[in-house]
């Protein structure tokens, strides 16, 4: 196994880091990494955002409730941005983008490049013996967010990703099996057989949330997630939000 696939099957998420700060060219290092990632029709349709003003992040600590959000070696905010392909058009030009600038097709898109460029960021940042956790709770007050980041008409913040020097040993929380993934010419029909992978995942995750270092619990992957989805409602908040800034629309 070579060293990349070595870094990558080596991820956890890391909670816990110590008191110190990444430096500038870690930070510039993890960036350029971010940007080699593929970038539909290459619009490179998002921006990343370092949260290094300590009230920024105790502020953004309260939000979400999560210690870790305060307590890191760097943050940053990683947002769709379809703002950036409109600053050389004219009033003209922009007017005549805003039909596809507000469509779902290229929020998607700009989400996808976010994605994609967090995932080369957390690869970089493991690479150098950091350690990562992506944090969707920034949305909890999505627009509280918005006014502290100044944020401008086509751009809102998708997640964030605290990074830093880790501060415990987390196990490797295991995958679901390659079958229940990975189908060939068609997706899988069978109901039969995918139950009978999520049982035997849900047994491998009793025995792995049963023995793991800390937070220990009698939990399976699919109880997990049925338990939650059927007891949350969906937050049309962000839907609003996210269509006051122009972005997925139509």
Known sequence: MNEVLATMMNHRSIRRFKEEQVTREQIEQIVRAAQMASSSNFMQSYSLIGITEPAMKEELGAITGLPYVA???????????????????????????????????????????????????????????????????????????????????YVVPLFAMAIGVPDQHTDIKPRLPVPAVYFENHYMASREEQLEQIEQYDEQMSAYYAGRN???????????????????????????????????RS
């Open 71 to 153: 307590a890191n070696g760097h943050l940053f905010i990683f947002c769709a941005d379809l703002h950036r392909v409109t600053v050389r058009g004219t009033e003209e030009e922009t007017k005549n983008m805003e039909a596809m600038l507000e469509s779902s097709a290229l929020y998607q898109i700009a989400v996808i490049d976010a994605a994609l460029a967090a995932q080369n960021a957390a690869l970089a940042a493991e690479s150098m013996g950091l350690g990562v956790v992506i944090i969707g709770a920034i949305a909890k007050d999505i627009a509280r967010l918005d006014t502290m980041l100044k944020l401008p008409k």
């Open 214 to 248: 800390e937070n220990t619990r009698n939990d399976t992957w699919s109880h997990k997630h049925v338990a939650v989805l059927q007891s949350k409602v969906p937050v049309h908040q962000f839907t609003r939000y996210v269509q006051s800034k122009g972005l997925n």
